[in-house]
């Protein structure tokens, strides 16, 4: 028995975890010598209010973020949920595409206009109401 898809899925692999973090130089300290190497790239992304920092931990990907302002979605989750995991993010072909897919499969898109996030990264969010309490990040690489 399986579930009717509207059309086909372009979600490759786990992109990134996100993990919330009360202090993005301290924890940096820390997942340095858990990983035994510091982060690869640190930037700011002012739309959602953050500071992140990127490890890679053999084919994977973390991503520390730290609240710049009380108001951001990171403040928010931490002061609710306390610092650890926050999204997963998929990396995805066609970001439109599944913004279409996922809202007609019943899926709650938080921004349905792709915004430029970390990394170098478009990007679209899916309420966790809507994924079994798991935010979910969808990322399509900006290319040239």
């Known amino acids: 028995m399986g579930f009717p898809l509207s059309r086909e899925v372009s979600m490759k692999k786990i992109e990134h975890i996100g ?49 710049t302002h009380p108001e951001s979605p990171i403040a928010k989750f931490i002061e609710k949920k306390g610092e650890g995991i926050h999204h997963i993010a998929f990396a995805v072909d066609d970001i439109e595409a599944e913004i279409e897919r996922l809202t007609t499969n019943g899926f709650i898109v938080l921004n349905k206009t792709p915004k430029k996030g970390a990394d170098n990264k478009l990007v679209v969010f899916l309420h966790p109401k809507s994924t079994n309490g798991v935010l979910i990040e969808l990322c399509q690489e900006i290319k040239p």
């Open 19 to 67: 993990i919330a973090v009360k202090d993005l130089e301290l924890s940096n300290e820390l997942f340095s010598k858990l990983f035994g190497k510091s982060p690869y790239k640190t930037e700011s992304v002012e739309s959602e209010g953050v500071k992140t920092s990127f490890f890679e931990a053999g084919p994977n990907k973390i991503e520390l973020l730290e609240a």
